[in-house]
């Protein structure tokens, strides 16, 4: 790639990214950290940690995420581990089904694990008891439906180091006279810990900041609710910047530390692996026995799902200390996807999605072909630029994205132009800046398969090209981006299904009916007195669908490649 | 320390594949033994057998006394040197050596002091702090056997330690292990499909072939007095020719080929008149020029293509006129050369420089 051309590109990225990523940033920083007329002052941080409600909202924060991290890390281990070393019956399918969690976001599953396992719900009747399961302790449901729904990144990772550790390091282990726990902890265990870690990460990171999920379980002494709840009220607040400045710091240093300690990179294998790595096969009881720990975690995790498609099936009122629901409708489809919120909401997803999605196409192939192909001396930095957003909670972004709108519609060439004003101010039309959130968001996974695939294409392969004539335009088109087609459509649905899914800034930016997206619109349905929930499920269950799609598609297309979407 | 290994009628096979064939094989103490092959020859197999990676379905395996054949690879005791080195990369280099000692509950002066042994013999001992990913691939060989040695294994075992390193290194390393395994009085099994390595450093070595040894002793003996027709060809160049035998007196022993008639000294026992052979005759024991009066073997050629090497000129020679073959002879020191065209010369042999064996597919 020439020089010229990479700087360019290099240039653009980066000006998208100061105006979309780092100026919304520093507006939610400065506005925790300057009064209304422009002085610093540190009052408000200090104010956050003075104020005991704030407090406990942030280490109820802290609790959730690390106790899914917890979770999701001891769901997804054994199971990565077992399908490392064993064949069994069955294998290929709960492959794919480990993933399946991944269509359905976690908030939409919280009314479906309500009815299972609230104080009225399926369990209590199916035992005779009225125990409030999640209740007391409702911190505790939170976490077991994040770590249900986020197991699944974990997992990817997990596996993919453990398909990375040439099979000769351990049988060194066992030529050495280790075996069975030694050999797991002393070989093993630090040979996936940066794959362990850079999962964790985006599971801490997700569920420190998670909003949907303790919304609906109603949990609301968590900082991520507190910073919902006082952006609604007032906009005048400064508490809540100071807030999301704290919950920026962490995620960034977990973050940082993350990149630090393992560089986003496994251990790098020295050789070429000498030994086929042949898994065991266990058949009978025993094929069955390992088989077994997969069941469990897929049923539990699909519980939720299951939940809520009972739910949308349940005339209102018809599903109350009971097993199952007492009677069964197709009524809450009809009105659910018939509403006229519905409706404008899954084209208001779509639209928003597909500028995403090209959004990231063109952003993230560029990308990536300044960082592994051309020797500019930025293009660490670049690489560096397009994985930021994984540290920064979309509830941030979101705030950013609020004060940035709030600015812009206040000064006076917007306010003298209609079609500025529908541009830039949420309040009139959220579409810029939604397809700003979700594609920035999501640039990270696209950049992540682009390179991947341009990694493994060899760039001999455009030297040939160009030895024959080809311009470098149409050696990208002829050659490159064919033999990456895989790694491109992957992605690219991948940020697709995340944006459909996505809550944060869908919950906070969309503030007009006829702009809401799909999780806005379950949200807001949710909320409806007598039907809520049965019609909110309705849609759950036809985003799940939809998603399920797009999901099973790139895992069809990525195979084992799947885990390095995952990577920070 | 150094004790033998002892293979009865070992059988492994992988679905269809018999990768093993019912080898048997005794290695005996100190002794640095070559399992030779091409690959899918079964060496590795066998091999990984040995350290308890494979578990095969019959026969046993003894070291000393031993019967470790159903014993798990930590029990065994055997020091393996892996293809890809396998070192730990989240371990120092000192760590990786210290690992086996630390399982083997030495204490922790005992095992500073022999991890600095090791180290020293395979002089490395300025890279102790170093991870494996900062050193170069020899420097990673010489801590990779040092790991393998710092356990005082009953056997070492080396699979291919020298196939990911480049031509000078490989040269050097493989003059290196000899030494390393003697100082050390080690039993040691090396695996390798690199002849030049197993004649060089071998103090005897077996010929694999389709999981079956095809012959066994040492170096010079399998060079010189090949059993097989694999044998012949695996290891160094040679000549084969079909033909019959066509007399058996004394000593001395005729064949004949479509080409000429070879007097040779080799497989009186083993033949009688009648029997289908296959000579081989190796390029450097074929001789252009005059042969002294009454040498045997004396055979008119044609210059057919010259290949200048220096210290050899590598000749095609055809023998048997126009629809004869050709033959490779290489002339050392050469001083005249026929590089233009064909040129008339004939070519002679010593009688024990004619290999006989039973006829098999060249």
Same mark, same amino acid.
């Given at each position: 790639?020439?020089?010229?051309?990479?700087?360019?590109?290099?240039?653009?990225?980066?000006?998208?990214?100061?105006?979309?990523?780092?100026?919304?940033?520093?507006?939610?920083?400065?506005?925790?950290?300057?009064?209304?007329?422009?002085?610093?002052?540190?009052?408000?941080?200090?104010?956050?940690?003075?104020?005991?409600?704030?407090?406990?909202?942030?280490?109820?924060?802290?609790?959730?995420?690390?106790?899914?991290?917890? #979770?999701?890390?001891?769901?997804?281990?054994?199971?990565?581990?077992?399908?490392?070393?064993?064949?069994?019956?069955?294998?290929?399918?709960?492959?794919?089904?480990?993933?399946?969690?991944?269509?359905?976001?976690?908030?939409?599953?919280?009314?479906?694990?309500?009815?299972?396992?609230?104080?009225?719900?399926?369990?209590?009747?199916?035992?005779?008891?009225?125990?409030?399961?999640?209740?007391?302790?409702?911190?505790?449901?939170?976490?077991? /439906?994040?770590?249900?729904?986020?197991?699944?990144?974990?997992?990817?990772?997990?596996?993919?180091?453990?398909?990375?550790?040439?099979?000769?390091?351990?049988?060194?282990?066992?030529?050495?006279?280790?075996?069975?726990?030694?050999?797991?902890?002393?070989?093993?265990?630090?040979?996936?810990?940066?794959?362990?870690?850079?999962?964790?990460?985006?599971?801490?990171?997700?569920?420190?900041?998670?909003?949907?999920?303790?919304?609906?379980?109603?949990?609301?002494?968590?900082?991520?609710?507190?910073?919902?709840?006082? #952006?609604?009220?007032?906009?005048?607040?400064?508490?809540?910047?100071?807030?999301?400045?704290?919950?920026?710091?962490?995620?960034?240093?977990?973050?940082?530390?993350?990149?630090?300690?393992? $560089?986003?990179?496994?251990?790098?294998?020295?050789?070429?692996?000498?030994?086929?790595?042949?898994?065991?096969?266990?058949? &009978?009881?025993?094929?069955?026995?390992?088989?077994?720990?997969?069941?469990?975690?897929?049923?539990?995790?699909?519980?939720?799902?299951?939940?809520?498609?009972?739910?949308?099936?349940?005339?209102?009122?018809?599903?109350?200390?009971?097993?199952?629901?007492? *009677?069964?409708?197709?009524?809450?489809?009809?009105?659910?996807?018939?509403?006229?919120?519905?409706?404008?909401?899954?084209?208001?997803?779509?639209?928003?999605?597909? #500028?995403?999605?090209?959004?990231?196409?063109?952003?993230?192939?560029?990308?990536?072909?300044?960082?592994?192909?051309?020797?500019?001396?930025?293009?660490?930095?670049?690489?560096?630029?397009?994985?930021?957003?994984?540290?920064?909670? &979309?509830?941030?972004?979101?705030?950013?994205?609020?004060?940035?709108? *709030?600015?812009?519609?206040?000064?006076?060439?917007?306010?003298?132009?209609?079609?500025?004003? *529908?541009?830039?101010?949420?309040?009139?039309?959220?579409?810029?800046?939604?397809?700003?959130?979700?594609?920035?968001?999501?640039?990270?996974?696209?950049?992540?398969?682009?390179?991947?695939?341009?990694?493994?294409?060899?760039?001999?392969?455009?030297?040939?090209?160009? !030895?024959?004539?080809?311009?470098?335009?149409?050696?990208?088109?002829?050659?490159?981006?064919?033999?990456?087609?895989?790694?491109?459509?992957?992605?690219? /649905?991948?940020?697709?299904?995340?944006?459909?899914?996505?809550?944060?800034?869908?919950?906070?930016?969309?503030?007009?009916?006829?702009?809401?997206?799909?999780?806005?619109?379950?949200?807001?349905?949710?909320?409806?007195?007598?039907?809520?929930?049965?019609?909110?499920?309705?849609?759950?269950?036809?985003?799940?669908?939809?998603?399920?799609?797009?999901?099973?598609?790139?895992?069809?297309?990525?195979?084992?490649?799947? &885990?390095?979407?995952?990577?920070? | 320390?150094?004790?033998?290994?002892?293979?009865?009628?070992?059988?492994?096979?992988?679905?269809?594949?018999?990768?093993?064939?019912?080898?048997?094989?005794?290695?005996?103490?100190?002794?640095?033994?070559?399992?030779?092959?091409? *690959?899918?020859?079964?060496?590795?197999?066998?091999?990984?057998?040995?350290?308890?990676?494979?578990?095969?379905?019959?026969?046993?395996?003894?070291?000393?006394?031993?019967?470790?054949?159903?014993?798990?690879?930590?029990?065994?005791?055997?020091?393996? @040197?892996?293809?890809?080195?396998?070192?730990?990369?989240?371990?120092?280099?000192?760590?990786?050596?210290?690992?086996?000692?630390?399982?083997?509950?030495?204490?922790?002066? =005992?095992?500073?002091?022999?991890?600095?042994?090791?180290?020293?013999?395979?002089?490395?001992?300025?890279?102790?702090?170093?991870?494996?990913?900062?050193?170069?691939?020899?420097?990673?060989?010489?801590?990779?056997?040092?790991?393998?040695?710092?356990?005082?294994?009953?056997?070492?075992?080396?699979?291919?330690?020298?196939?990911?390193?480049?031509?000078?290194?490989?040269?050097?390393?493989?003059?290196?292990?000899?030494?390393?395994?003697? =100082?050390?009085?080690?039993?040691?099994?090396?695996?390798?499909?690199?002849?030049?390595?197993?004649?060089?450093?071998?103090?005897?070595?077996?010929?694999?072939?389709?999981?079956?040894? =095809?012959?066994?002793?040492?170096?010079?003996?399998?060079?010189?007095?090949?059993?097989?027709?694999?044998?012949?060809?695996?290891?160094?160049?040679? !000549?084969?020719?079909?033909?019959?035998?066509?007399?058996?007196?004394?000593?001395?022993?005729?064949?004949?080929?479509?080409?000429?008639?070879?007097?040779?000294?080799?497989?009186?026992?083993?033949?009688?008149?009648?029997? =289908?052979?296959?000579?081989?005759?190796?390029?450097?024991?074929?001789?252009?020029?005059?042969?002294?009066? &009454?040498?045997?073997?004396?055979?008119?050629?044609? @210059?057919?293509?010259?290949?200048?090497?220096?210290?050899?000129?590598?000749?095609?020679?055809?023998?048997?006129?126009?629809?004869?073959?050709?033959?490779?002879?290489?002339?050392?020191?050469?001083?005249?050369?026929?590089?233009?065209?064909?040129?008339?010369?004939?070519?002679?042999?010593?009688?024990?420089?004619? @290999?006989?064996?039973?006829? $098999?597919?060249?």
């Amino acid at each position: 790639m020439r020089k010229s051309t990479a700087r360019i590109i290099f240039g653009i990225t980066v000006l998208v990214f100061a105006v979309a990523f780092l100026f919304p940033l520093g507006l939610v920083v400065g506005k925790g950290f300057f009064t209304p007329d422009g002085t610093l002052t540190f009052e408000y941080l200090i104010g956050v940690f003075r104020n005991p409600i704030y407090v406990e909202g942030l280490l109820n924060s802290l609790r959730l995420a690390l106790g899914t991290t917890f #979770l999701a890390t001891l769901l997804s281990l054994p199971l990565a581990w077992l399908s490392n070393r064993y064949d069994f019956a069955g294998k290929k399918w709960v492959n794919a089904l480990v993933l399946v969690p991944m269509i359905l976001p976690p908030f939409v599953g919280a009314i479906g694990f309500q009815q299972i396992l609230g104080q009225y719900g399926a369990l209590n009747a199916l035992l005779g008891t009225d125990i409030d399961w999640l209740g007391q302790g409702r911190w505790f449901g939170v976490i077991l /439906l994040q770590s249900l729904a986020l197991y699944p990144i974990m997992y990817l990772n997990v596996a993919a180091s453990l398909a990375n550790i040439d099979h000769a390091m351990d049988e060194a282990a066992e030529n050495m006279g280790a075996t069975g726990w030694a050999k797991f902890r002393r070989i093993t265990l630090p040979l996936m810990t940066p794959g362990m870690f850079a999962g964790g990460t985006i599971v801490f990171i997700w569920s420190f900041t998670e909003l949907g999920t303790p919304l609906i379980m109603n949990y609301t002494r968590c900082a991520s609710v507190q910073v919902y709840d006082a #952006l609604k009220e007032i906009g005048g607040n400064p508490f809540p910047f100071a807030l999301v400045f704290v919950m920026l710091s962490v995620s960034v240093i977990l973050y940082a530390v993350s990149k630090f300690l393992f $560089g986003g990179k496994a251990y790098a294998m020295q050789g070429k692996a000498a030994t086929t790595f042949t898994t065991e096969r266990k058949t &009978g009881w025993r094929g069955f026995l390992t088989l077994l720990p997969f069941l469990l975690v897929i049923s539990l995790a699909l519980l939720p799902h299951l939940g809520v498609i009972l739910t949308s099936f349940t005339a209102p009122g018809g599903w109350y200390q009971s097993v199952l629901p007492q *009677s069964v409708t197709t009524g809450n489809y009809s009105e659910a996807l018939g509403h006229e919120m519905t409706v404008s909401s899954i084209r208001n997803s779509l639209t928003f999605s597909t #500028l995403a999605v090209l959004f990231n196409l063109v952003f993230g192939i560029s990308i990536a072909f300044v960082v592994v192909r051309s020797t500019i001396r930025g293009r660490a930095i670049l690489d560096g630029l397009a994985m930021l957003p994984l540290a920064v909670p &979309g509830l941030v972004m979101a705030s950013g994205y609020l004060a940035f709108s *709030s600015m812009l519609s206040n000064t006076a060439w917007v306010k003298s132009s209609d079609t500025l004003h *529908s541009l830039f101010d949420v309040k009139t039309n959220p579409t810029l800046f939604l397809v700003m959130a979700y594609g920035i968001r999501r640039l990270p996974y696209m950049v992540r398969s682009a390179v991947a695939g341009l990694q493994q294409t060899s760039a001999g392969l455009e030297e040939a090209a160009a !030895n024959l004539g080809a311009k470098p335009l149409v050696s990208l088109k002829r050659v490159t981006l064919p033999l990456i087609t895989a790694n491109l459509i992957a992605g690219a /649905l991948l940020a697709f299904s995340f944006s459909m899914l996505e809550v944060s800034d869908s919950l906070m930016l969309a503030q007009r009916q006829d702009y809401y997206p799909i999780t806005k619109t379950i949200y807001e349905l949710f909320q409806l007195i007598g039907t809520g929930k049965y019609l909110a499920s309705a849609l759950g269950v036809w985003a799940m669908m939809f998603l399920a799609v797009t999901i099973v598609g790139s895992s069809l297309l990525l195979g084992k490649k799947m &885990g390095a979407l995952f990577r920070v | 320390m150094a004790v033998s290994v002892e293979i009865k009628d070992l059988v492994k096979t992988f679905g269809e594949t018999r990768a093993v064939d019912h080898i048997t094989l005794t290695i005996e103490p100190g002794e640095l033994f070559f399992l030779l092959g091409p *690959s899918g020859c079964g060496k590795t197999t066998l091999l990984r057998c040995i350290a308890g990676f494979h578990q095969p379905e019959s026969g046993s395996i003894h070291m000393g006394d031993q019967d470790v054949t159903r014993l798990p690879p930590h029990q065994r005791d055997t020091g393996m @040197v892996f293809q890809s080195y396998a070192l730990w990369p989240h371990m120092t280099v000192a760590q990786n050596v210290a690992f086996g000692l630390e399982m083997r509950k030495v204490g922790k002066a =005992e095992t500073a002091k022999r991890v600095k042994e090791a180290l020293a013999m395979v002089k490395m001992t300025d890279r102790a702090d170093y991870k494996p990913n900062q050193l170069s691939g020899g420097q990673q060989q010489r801590v990779a056997l040092a790991r393998a040695l710092v356990i005082h294994p009953k056997c070492l075992l080396l699979d291919e330690p020298l196939s990911n390193l480049d031509a000078k290194l490989r040269l050097e390393m493989r003059t290196e292990i000899r030494r390393i395994c003697k =100082e050390a009085g080690l039993t040691a099994i090396y695996v390798t499909h690199d002849q030049k390595e197993a004649l060089s450093v071998a103090d005897r070595l077996a010929v694999l072939n389709g999981g079956v040894i =095809e012959q066994c002793g040492t170096p010079q003996d399998v060079y010189l007095k090949p059993k097989t027709v694999f044998a012949a060809g695996f290891i160094g160049e040679t !000549n084969f020719m079909n033909g019959t035998v066509k007399k058996i007196s004394g000593e001395r022993m005729i064949i004949s080929t479509p080409e000429a008639e070879w007097e040779s000294i080799h497989g009186l026992a083993q033949f009688k008149e009648g029997d =289908e052979v296959t000579l081989s005759l190796r390029p450097e024991t074929l001789h252009l020029g005059d042969a002294s009066p &009454g040498q045997p073997n004396v055979v008119g050629g044609v @210059v057919h293509d010259t290949v200048y090497l220096g210290e050899v000129a590598q000749h095609q020679i055809r023998i048997g006129g126009d629809s004869g073959r050709n033959l490779k002879v290489f002339d050392l020191n050469p001083r005249i050369l026929a590089r233009d065209g064909e040129q008339a010369a004939s070519i002679w042999v010593d009688a024990q420089d004619v @290999v006989i064996l039973p006829r $098999g597919n060249a």
